[in-house]
């Protein structure tokens, strides 16, 4: 299961589900957030799957792809929790420039083997 695997290898395959799900059917993200998940983006804190797919589905944008750079992962604590800190670009359809980005994610496994995004937070980075 996946919680037999090794963690990096772990991060990388979430970091390339999420993003990969997020540029091309953001509503699919919903899947991956539990009533109790928290998304802090830019500052706002927003609670449960349909607050969260309602605010990442109404971002001012349809179309970007992310480019990423960095990804870096942590146990976390007794209940087999993963940290996966994530950076890298995010360009938009139509833009020229890519906006930098950070983004954190706290995992924590389900019953059925598999992980779910307890928490995440995201940032712009501006330079």
Known sequence: MAAQMDPDALAKAFVEHYYSTFDNNRVGLGGLYQEA???TFEGQKIQGVQSIVAKLTSLP???CKHNISTVDCQPSGPASGMLVF?????????????????Q????????QGSFYVFNDIFRLNYA
Not at 104 to 111: A, N, V
């Open 37 to 39: 998940s928290m998304l």
């Open 61 to 63: 944008f349809q179309q």
């Open 86 to 102: 994530v950076s890298g670009n995010l360009q938009l359809a139509g833009e020229e420039h890519a906006l930098k980005f950070s």
């Open 104 to 111: 954190m994610f706290h995992l924590m496994p389900t019953p």
